[in-house]
């Protein structure tokens, strides 16, 4: 059985399983902590750096990310310390910086903790923040693993292998949902599914309806991890059905 631990937030005792994520235990009760890479249902990485705060255990406190750091017994929380508040200004200003282009999601916080200013060189017309959602959902959940961090330093970038279209991408579009600012782009037309940054284009299956339902990857795919027959997930590329 999982061990239940007695820690505090801002002083209010809590109790929580041993080793769960302190973000995931900290909005589990109310708290607002801001964070644009951590989804529960994915493994913690701690890439954007928003959800600082400040913990204490025995004697030592210190700055952490709440996402990837474990519930332990007897630790203190301490959210929006001057030293958080802070920091968080500075990782807001290097997001602003990696990802000029970004949309709302990205501004709203940083106008909401007063970052007018960003005092380092802006890459370009880039819009991704290096969350690394995407890589991890089409990894974890997924199964696929057609996304990768490729590159060091401020060349490092999201993307497929090589900068190659991947044979295996299926463009089930989940790496579109789970991007927190937006920045992958998915269109359909012509019976054909297409995502430009990662320069994938596959033909779709459509429905009894003539609606499109997923692309024919995709259907083949949830096939073989199923066991059920591709028919079960569609019928023909819409351009296939056109011409009957």
């Given amino acids: 059985m999982a061990q239940v631990v007695t820690y505090t937030i801002m002083g209010a005792e809590h109790e929580a399983e041993r080793g769960t994520s302190l973000l995931a235990e900290l909005r589990r009760h109310g708290y607002e902590v801001p964070s644009l890479c951590f989804n529960e249902n994915l493994s913690p990485y701690g890439a954007c750096r928003l959800c600082l705060v400040e913990v204490k255990k025995g004697r030592r406190q210190k700055l952490t990310t709440s996402c990837n750091y474990p519930v332990q017994d007897g630790i203190e929380v301490f959210l929006d310390t001057e030293r958080v508040q802070r920091n968080r200004r500075m990782v807001l200003e290097l997001l602003l910086a990696q990802a000029p282009k970004a949309p709302r999601e990205l501004r709203a916080l940083a106008d909401r903790y007063g970052v007018t200013d960003i005092r380092f060189p802006l890459n370009g017309d880039e819009e991704c923040i290096l969350c690394g959602l995407c890589s991890r959902t089409c990894r974890e959940l997924v199964g696929v693993n057609a996304l990768t961090f490729s590159g060091r330093g401020d060349r490092k970038h999201m993307g497929t292998p090589y900068a190659e279209g991947s044979e295996v991408c299926i463009l089930c579009g989940a790496c579109v949902h789970v991007c927190p600012v937006s920045c992958?782009?998915?269109?359909?037309?012509?019976?054909?599914?297409?995502?430009?940054?990662?320069?994938?284009?596959?033909?779709?299956?459509?429905?009894?309806?003539?609606?499109?339902?997923?692309?024919?990857?995709?259907?083949?795919?949830?096939?073989?991890?199923t066991g059920m027959p591709v028919e079960t997930f569609g019928t023909l590329p819409a351009q296939r059905r056109s011409e009957k």
Avoid: C, K
């Fill in 184 to 225: 992958i782009d998915l269109s359909e037309s012509g019976g054909n599914r297409r995502i430009r940054r990662w320069d994938r284009e596959l033909p779709m299956l459509v429905d009894e309806f003539g609606v499109p339902t997923m692309t024919t990857a995709q259907a083949e795919y949830m096939a073989r991890r």
